[in-house]
Every structure is written in C-alpha cells, then in structure tokens.
C-alpha cells in the first residue's frame, strides 16, 4: 500500500484541493484524508473497490483523538482500475464539497470545526500524480 503526505499546507476556508492520480491495477482502496494529524482527520474520503464487505462504494468519515466517526457512504463510483481520476475538494465552512470525475457532488460535514488545516495524505492503491491548492470560484464562506 502506497503512503504519500504534505505537512505544512494552509487549506483553510474558501480553498480547493484538487487531487488528480491513477489507481493501480487489482485495486482494494485508497484514501485521500485532510487533517492535523493521522489522529484528527476532518475528511476520510476512502474509495473501496473490495474491502471489508464495501464493494465499489466511497466511504466519508472523521477520526477525532484517533477513534473513527459515523461512517457515510456513498454508492457513486467513478473509479476503475488503472484509470486516471480527479478529485475536487472545497472547503466551505461548514462542510467538504467533493467534486467527482462523474460530475456528481457529494458533501460531508466539517466535523472538526476548524477554518484550516495542514495535513493532507494519501494512502492506498492509487498513484498520487498532481496535487493543486488554491482559492476557491465555488466556495461560500460564512
């Protein structure tokens, strides 16, 4: 399993992080999480192709002090073995907007509360190829 992380990023409040790779070939899952730290993640954004009895299904979460959250899922899955993906993640206020390469939206609580974070990793069964951070045309602030 691949691990991948950024330290030190300001994405705060009215940004968006764009998360473009390719999933490998036999893929489980991987995940795409923003946080402090791998014990206070705001974001899980966990696609899994066949883990745990979850087929082909996206799981959202949030870790606080190291224990795991009420788990959402979500049944869209535009992801495919060894094909290349994008992923949008808009950081309103109060909620997570994620863009899929299938057009659909799907948003997931700011469960932290905080206006910023600087952890982003990744881990899994994809390779992570271009990360942009950047202000935001279709965030709202409150």
Same mark, same amino acid.
């Given at each position: 399993?691949?691990?991948?992380?950024? /330290?030190? @990023?300001? $994405?705060?409040?009215?940004?968006?992080?764009?998360?473009?790779?390719?999933? *490998?070939?036999?893929?489980?899952?991987?995940?795409?999480?923003?946080?402090?730290?791998? !014990?206070?993640?705001?974001?899980?954004? !966990?696609?899994?192709?066949?883990?745990?009895? !979850?087929?082909?299904?996206? @799981?959202? !979460?949030? /870790?606080? %002090?190291?224990?795991?959250?009420?788990?959402? /899922?979500?049944? %869209? $899955?535009?992801?495919?073995?060894?094909?290349?993906?994008?992923?949008? @993640?808009?950081?309103?206020? %109060?909620?997570?907007?994620?863009?899929?390469?299938?057009? *659909?939206?799907?948003?997931?609580?700011?469960?932290?509360?905080?206006?910023?974070? *600087?952890?982003?990793?990744?881990?899994?069964?994809?390779?992570?190829?271009?990360?942009?951070?950047?202000?935001?045309?279709?965030?709202?602030?409150?």
């Amino acid at each position: 399993m691949s691990y991948m992380e950024v /330290k030190n @990023i300001n $994405f705060s409040t009215g940004m968006e992080l764009k998360v473009k790779g390719v999933v *490998k070939p036999n893929p489980v899952r991987f995940s795409i999480n923003v946080g402090l730290t791998e !014990d206070k993640i705001a974001l899980h954004f !966990d696609p899994r192709f066949n883990y745990r009895g !979850d087929i082909r299904t996206i @799981i959202l !979460d949030t /870790k606080k %002090d190291g224990s795991w959250q009420e788990q959402q /899922k979500e049944k %869209d $899955f535009p992801f495919e073995a060894e094909q290349e993906f994008e992923v949008t @993640i808009v950081f309103n206020l %109060d909620t997570f907007d994620i863009y899929l390469s299938s057009g *659909k939206m799907v948003q997931f609580p700011n469960r932290l509360g905080l206006n910023k974070y *600087k952890h982003i990793f990744f881990v899994g069964d994809a390779t992570i190829q271009e990360i942009i951070v950047k202000p935001s045309g279709k965030a709202t602030k409150k």
